[in-house]
DNA sequence: TTGATTTTAGACTATTTAGTCTAGTTAAAG
DNA sequence: CTTTAACTAGACTAAATAGTCTAAAATCAA
């Protein structure tokens, strides 16, 4: 099980293009970063943008859904299984540092490029249809929209990485996400 | 009263910025937008940093400001001032369209560049304590940490705005701020 | 009007950019 | 072992990049 060259690169990428964006990330910074020369990288990819939809699609997408394939503890609500889920992101300590990488880039590229909005789209659909999976077997009050709350769910999460990513801290994103802890409980029912 | 050069490059590098990025945006592009020699451009100037700098003090600032500087309706509870300002936002159509340009360049230029990380900040800041002096004369439960409350409020807003730009419209941003709104209700006194 | 200052004009430079190309090397398959 | 395919190597190109420079024009103050 060797460390592919492909590997290599959609993981010096993935790291580049998080800090530095998309329009911040020269090939020469990754050809630096993954040690490779020129050649081997238009190997594997045609285009930068090619080789960075691969890392959405192969790096930042495996990362996204992984926050809420929780298994549900016996007996729990799943309101809990989701407050649990949201409570694990303060322990990635990229993303309370850096905030959500496909934020990141949806933020950056969706206004500009059509191929990157729809990429990043479908991982935003996967992840609500999750949520709202976890969500819909949950005993929530009947007049609730869940389609609504969990969009509000992602969006809390988000905004509460982003606020000033070099100053926000684990501390920080518990504390600004206990309001939304707070809500989501009062809606049990 | 004219509109002087130095406006209309502001002006553009705003809108610019505003879209394509920092790092998206050349020195060219600014030039073809406000149809001025780049020589006016440097005599105003000394850079491109200096310039997105100056937008970030002139231009984002006052539209952030602009957010919580509601009056207060007589005997109406503070908090009710808050939603107002909160409901206020999507009437802008350039947000729901484009998210928070402040949270949008936060996210860019903050992790690579302590200029714009500092710049930035103090908008923050300075966002956080207006709400505060909003919040702290309405009637909220007292076990209610204020100050995570008002760091609570933008990061859903700034969230809920950057749910993938293109699609977000104002029905979307409407719908997930009503989260936020029963909550902001649930802790009134 | 004159003289000083501010602003405009855009050609020019040095660097960086994404991407190409061809030859060489290594690995896989028979 | 030999042949074929996958991969490496990096020099090279054309375009774009931020920024400089000098001279001309417009504006302002006396």
């Known amino acids: 099980m060797k460390y592919s060259t492909r590997d290599k690169i959609l993981d010096a990428v993935y790291k580049l293009v998080y800090i530095n964006g998309y329009n911040g990330t020269s090939i020469d910074m990754i050809l630096k970063e993954c040690a490779i020369p020129k050649g081997s990288l238009y190997h594997y990819f045609k285009s930068k943008k090619e080789m960075v939809l691969a890392v959405v699609k192969e790096r930042i997408a495996p990362k996204m859904y992984e926050f809420y394939d ?16 949201i409570l694990k992101v303060s322990k990635k300590e990229e993303l309370v540092k850096f905030g959500c990488p496909l934020n990141r880039l949806n933020q950056e590229m969706s206004p500009v ?17 999750d949520i709202l999976s976890v969500l819909k077997d949950s005993s929530i009050k009947p007049d609730v929209d869940m389609d609504s709350l969990a969009e ?17 801290s684990k501390k920080r994103y518990l504390n600004t996400i206990n309001h939304l802890i707070d809500y989501l409980k009062s809606l049990k029912n």
Request: hydrophobic share 40%.
């Open 152 to 168: 509000f769910i992602i969006a809390t999460v988000w905004g509460s990485l982003s606020l000033s990513p070099k100053h926000s």
């Open 70 to 85: 929780l298994k549900k503890v016996k007996e729990e609500n799943s309101i809990d299984t989701m407050i649990r889920a």
């Open 113 to 129: 490029d059509d191929d990157f909005d729809k990429a990043i789209n479908l991982i935003y659909e996967r992840m609500k249809s």
